[in-house]
């Protein structure tokens, strides 16, 4: 069968399906949706089959308002606390990428790829990135690298593999001074699969500790190619530079994914390093995975979990200055200036899940139009932060930039159900004076109502962009097939200011 995509409509008009009258209004959709063709009417109509694989339905929708290609796509899934961002490329078929980033503490990562992908592709993809190993960051993979029916080309990681010990500084392996500067460095990286094996020779002592664990899953699954380092030496090197493999400028994909981070420092004898960065969860959130994926005229930018002393050491390397400079002196200006020119990006995911310990010099270097915070309720971290809220309003681009957070954007129940709590209370009442098994199915039944989800509409941000244009989009808290999205829309024009389209 054939298929074509949604496209965009002008100047944020909506898009939708429609049923066999061509006026009622069926599902609205979103650009870069997937729509299966059943053949076209002579007044310029596609009939579109809506999910053909279960309960068919046909539907109908302007030829005019679809394209023949889709735009890359990059989902920011609710996870609760945490991140997690699955990047599906524009390619169609055999070519298609799917890159996982991080993937929470929880299950929804997981049942994201099988909701989205179990129908028409399958799970195999092309990497998974953990950026660092705090685990509501890379917990979420444990089952999805135990899966044997899910594999992943390669997984890469920042070369900091905890080891199964207890306590906080052997973990991340045996450190040492340079002997000229006197900075400490962490030596035994895990830079290629041997690597990782040799850190994690024991299976049964990995299955003890959390991040071995999940690495051991990995280790174990036939459908996993490899697990290796990603840092700004560490990946494809084109120019100096340092790229996923396969997303380098060379493989003429019309978009790219740069590695920024986790910044390595070579030894006398030329062995990468990693240094230590302040406290120990200073150091393992400051030597995140950072990635800038370029398309066109825009750029999006992923910022793992930086914080105040990692983005001073990257604003320093980045500019090649020995000393951090005044705030506000003309070096602390040329240092801001020469760092947005690797890390200026129109998208931002905002470091840590906002965090108040950041940096403006490293917010203004990036300078984005809209920022995307991932956070989560019941956690003790008050993320994200009022105070940064505010902070990242006036180091945003433009009049208005735009902020949007999946805890902010998700809808849950003011409460849970009053009244299925009532008749379970009273017929508990009843059975325990007449038992009998109808009564105590029934129960059994209300009990599972009441343990689904309080969410009703999960926060998941969505960007789509074809490199002219961009948008980023979530769904409306009322849950409606008719009034489904909301979305901003950006362009560049041909003067290279980024416009939001009203």
């Not at 002997?179 to 035994?188: G, H, L, N, W």
């Not at 500790?209 to 280790?219: E, R, T």
């Not at 995307?372 to 208005?400: K, M, T």
Request: hydrophobic share 35%.
């Amino acid at each position: 069968m054939a298929n074509v995509f949604a496209g965009l409509g002008e100047k944020g008009r909506k898009l939708y399906l429609y049923e066999a009258d061509r006026e009622t209004e069926f599902r609205q959709v979103l650009w870069g949706d997937w729509l299966s063709v059943d053949g076209e009417e002579p007044d310029g109509w596609l009939r579109i089959i809506w999910s053909p694989k279960i309960n068919p339905k046909t539907v109908y929708i302007r030829k005019s308002d679809t394209q023949e290609t889709r735009p890359l796509e990059i989902v920011f899934l609710d996870v609760g606390q945490g991140d997690g961002a699955v990047l599906i490329t524009p390619e169609t078929g055999a070519d298609e990428g799917v890159i996982v980033v991080d993937a929470g503490k929880g299950d929804n990562m997981e049942r994201f790829l099988n909701g989205r992908f179990k129908a028409y592709r399958g799970f195999d993809f092309d990497s998974a990135v953990i950026t660092h190993s705090d685990n509501d960051h890379y917990l979420g993979f444990g089952a999805i690298f135990a899966n044997p029916k899910i594999g992943f080309k390669s997984i890469w990681q920042n070369g900091l593999v905890e080891r199964p010990i207890s306590g906080k500084w052997p973990k991340l392996g045996p450190s040492l001074p340079d002997p000229v500067s006197k900075i400490t460095y962490f030596t035994e990286l895990g830079e290629t699969y041997a690597d990782v094996k040799s850190i994690l020779p024991n299976p049964a002592a990995n299955a003890k500790f959390s991040y071995p664990k999940v690495l051991q899953g990995a280790i174990d699954n036939p459908k996993v190619g490899q697990i290796a380092m990603l840092s700004s030496e560490h990946g494809q090197i084109e120019d100096g530079r340092s790229y996923i493999p396969g997303y380098a400028p060379s493989t003429g994909r019309g978009y790219t994914i740069e590695v920024l981070g986790p910044v390595v420092e070579r030894d006398g004898a030329g062995k990468a390093r990693l240094r230590k960065i302040g406290d120990f969860g200073e150091t393992k959130n400051g030597h995140s995975i950072l990635l800038r994926l370029s398309f066109g005229r825009f750029s999006v930018f992923f910022g793992g979990d930086l914080n105040e002393p990692a983005e001073r050491n990257l604003l320093m390397r980045y500019a090649g200055l020995d000393t951090y400079p005044r705030v506000g002196s003309p070096e602390y200006r040329m240092m801001v200036g020469k760092v947005a020119e690797r890390f200026r990006s129109e998208v931002m995911k905002v470091c840590h899940h906002g965090s108040e310990k950041v940096t403006d010099a490293f917010l203004e270097a990036v300078n984005p139009a809209c920022f995307i915070i991932s956070s989560g309720d019941e956690e003790g971290h008050v993320h994200p932060r009022p105070d940064l809220l505010g902070r990242l309003g006036r180091a945003g681009r433009g009049a208005s930039p735009v902020l949007l957070s999946t805890e902010l954007q998700r809808s849950t129940r003011e409460k849970a159900d009053k009244a299925l709590i009532d008749d379970i209370a009273k017929a508990t009442e009843k059975l325990a004076k007449a038992p009998t098994t109808a009564a105590l199915d029934a129960i059994k039944a209300d009990l599972r109502k009441l343990a689904k989800t309080n969410v009703e509409v999960y926060g998941a941000i969505y960007l789509k962009t074809d490199g002219k244009r961009l948008i980023t989009a979530f769904k409306i808290e009322a849950a409606s097939d008719t009034d489904k999205w909301f979305y901003y829309e950006y362009v560049m024009t041909a003067t290279g200011e980024l416009v939001l389209i009203d």
